[in-house]
C-alpha cells in the first residue's frame, strides 16, 4: 500500500537558519502529495501541495517540489522564524485501487526554532 | 465557529468503559475521516466515509466503530476502551477529488485508565 517516510526529528534550529525536512514516499498511481502543519494544541492546516511530478509547492515562504524520480517531497524555507515551531506532516492521496480516496500521512517532524 | 467542531476535547475514561467521540462539519463536504495521532507513529487512519452509506475500514479499525449520522456527522466509538487507545483523535472532511484540502478539528484527547 501507499507509504509516507519522514526524516527523523526532532529539528532544532536558531532563527534565520535554512529548513530542510526531508519526505519521501510510495504509491502505485499518481499521488498529490501535501505539506501539513500543526501549532501546539491544534488540528492539522494545509501548508502546500503539488499535484503533478516537477510541480512546486509553496505558501508562507516554505517550498516543497515533487519529484517524481526520486519519490521525494522535501519542505524547505530559506529563514526560520520562532512561529515556524510546529509540528510538519508530509501526506500524500492516491487515485488508484485501494488507495482511493486515503490520505495518508508521514510520522511528522517536530521543529522547534529558537530565538 | 469551526468548520470542523470535535466533542469532547478532552476525555479521561475507564478500561471496559463504552465511549463516543463525536464530530460535526459545516464544510458541507462528502468525505470523513477519523485518525488517531501517536507520538513518532503520525497519524493513522481508522475510518473513512465517503458518503452516509459509505463507510470503509482504515489501518487500524480493530476496537473501534463508526457511525455516519448524516453528511455533516461521524462519530467513532470505542466500545470497550484499552489504555492503549489513549491519544489524540482527529476529524476530518474533504471535498471529493484526489487534489483537495482536508480539513481539521482540534482533535480529542482521550486517556483511557
Known sequence: GDSVTQMEGPVTLSEEAFLTINCTYTATGYPSLFWYVQYPGEGLQLLLKATKADDKGSNKGFEATYRKETTSFHLEKGSVQVSDSAVYFCALSDAGGTSYGKLTFGQGTILTVHP | ?113
Request: hydrophobic share 30%; glycine share 8%.
Open chain 2, 1 to 113: 465557529d469551526a468548520d470542523v467542531t470535535q466533542t469532547p476535547r478532552n476525555r479521561i475514561t475507564k478500561t471496559g468503559k463504552r465511549i463516543m467521540l463525536e464530530c460535526s462539519q459545516t464544510k458541507g463536504h462528502d468525505r470523513m475521516y477519523w485518525y488517531r495521532q501517536d507520538p513518532g507513529l503520525g497519524l493513522r487512519l481508522i475510518y473513512y466515509s465517503f458518503d452516509v452509506k459509505d463507510i470503509n475500514k482504515g489501518e487500524i479499525s480493530d476496537g473501534y466503530s463508526v457511525s455516519r449520522q448524516a453528511q455533516a456527522k461521524f462519530s467513532l466509538s470505542l466500545e470497550s476502551a484499552i489504555p492503549n487507545q489513549t491519544a489524540l483523535y482527529f476529524c476530518a472532511t474533504r471535498q471529493t477529488g484526489q487534489n483537495t484540502e482536508a480539513f481539521f478539528g482540534q482533535g480529542t484527547r482521550l486517556t483511557v485508565v
